[in-house]
């Protein structure tokens, strides 16, 4: 919070993009609730560069919420590891991910994603039981603003059930997403081949 020049308020969740600012991400989304998003008790951090119409977005918002949001317009990877770290949730709704990383670059962080259910995304976040605590993020299935809200509101909610959140962040740190395992197994699918 201090390094973007919002107000330290350690009780206030911080949820970042670090994207591509094109409407593939699902920016549109974002921009279609975007003052229902500030609206809401949280910080909101971008950094990226893309359509200049979501860079102008971006930054008319930390103008018109200079308290709730960072508009980062830039590349720049330092300062997109610290925003992994410093971040609660990490927003990625895209329209369609072959694979993605910035969501797995997350959970590494502890960050607890927030995601559309889409290729990538789908297969590798898993929808947090908000009764058990198990799980690797939140999700929602349709491309739809209002739904990618929702999955944002259950975020924030569950970031106040500390004992819960603190579990999932400390569980999603320990997910394995080297190629270690898949590479044992095409290794074996190879060995089954060449038997033949």
């Excluded at 609730?33 to 977005?57: F, H, P």
């Excluded at 930054?59 to 971040?87: H, R, T, V």
């Excluded at 939140?138 to 975020?155: E, V």
Aim: glycine share 6%.
């Amino acid at each position: 919070q201090e390094k973007l020049g919002l107000p330290q308020k350690s009780e206030v969740p911080v949820i970042s993009m670090i994207s591509r600012l094109v409407s593939h991400k699902g920016l549109d989304l974002v921009e279609y609730i975007c003052d229902e998003i500030l609206s809401m008790d949280l910080q909101l951090v971008v950094l990226g560069t893309g359509d200049k119409r979501y860079e102008d977005l971006f930054k008319f918002l930390q103008s018109k919420y200079p308290d709730k949001m960072s508009a980062n317009i830039e590349f720049n990877s330092a300062l997109a590891s610290w925003i992994y770290a410093g971040s609660d949730m990490f927003l990625m709704p895209s329209k369609s991910e072959p694979c993605g990383l910035s969501q797995l670059i997350a959970m590494r962080y502890g960050t607890v994603p927030v995601v559309r259910e889409t290729g990538g995304l789908n297969d590798t976040v898993k929808p947090i039981n908000i009764l058990t605590g198990e799980g690797s993020g939140f999700t929602f299935k349709a491309y739809n603003a209002h739904d990618m809200l929702g999955a944002i509101k259950r975020s924030v909610d569950y970031y106040y059930d500390k004992e819960k959140y603190i579990k999932t962040f400390t569980n999603i740190m320990k997910i394995n997403s080297s190629w270690k395992e898949p590479s044992k197994k095409y290794i074996n699918v190879y060995k089954e081949i060449m038997q033949y």
